[in-house]
C-alpha cells in the first residue's frame, strides 16, 4: 500500500513541468497534472492506454475529439484509447487534474 498526499506534492512541483507521477505499478500509473493559467495541453490520443481525469480545483477546457467541454472541480472525464484530448486552463488559477491511466499489457 502507498499513501500519498497530494498537498505535499502542490507544495513541491513547478508548473513548468505540469505532471507528477504520484505512482507506478503494473499498468496502473497515477500521477497529478497542474495547469497554470492560460496553460494548455495540445490535442493528441493514446493507443496504448485509456485515462481519466478528476479535477480538483480549477476551472478550463478539455477538448475531445475537436468538441470543447467546460471543466471545473469535481468533474470526472473517461477518456478511452484513440481517442484525441487536450486541456486549456482559461482560470485564472491553477487548474489541478488527478490523472489515472490504464495502460493495456504489451501482449494485448
Not at 65 to 70: F, S, V
Request: glycine share 6%; charged share 25%.
Amino acid at each position: 500500500m502507498k499513501k500519498v498526499n497530494i498537498t505535499s506534492i502542490l507544495k513541491s512541483v513547478s508548473v513548468k513541468n505540469n505532471r507528477t507521477e504520484i505512482f507506478k505499478e503494473g499498468t496502473l500509473d497515477i500521477g497529478l497534472l497542474q495547469y497554470a493559467p492560460g496553460q494548455t495541453t495540445p490535442d493528441h490520443k493514446h493507443s496504448d492506454l485509456d485515462e481519466v481525469f478528476y479535477i480538483l480545483s480549477g476551472e478550463g477546457t478539455i477538448t475531445i475529439n475537436k468538441e470543447p467541454t467546460a471543466l471545473k472541480e469535481y468533474d470526472v472525464i473517461y477518456s478511452p484509447r484513440g481517442e484525441f484530448h487536450g486541456f486549456n486552463n482559461t482560470s485564472t488559477k491553477d487548474l489541478i487534474v488527478l490523472q489515472i491511466k490504464n495502460i493495456l499489457p504489451s501482449d494485448v
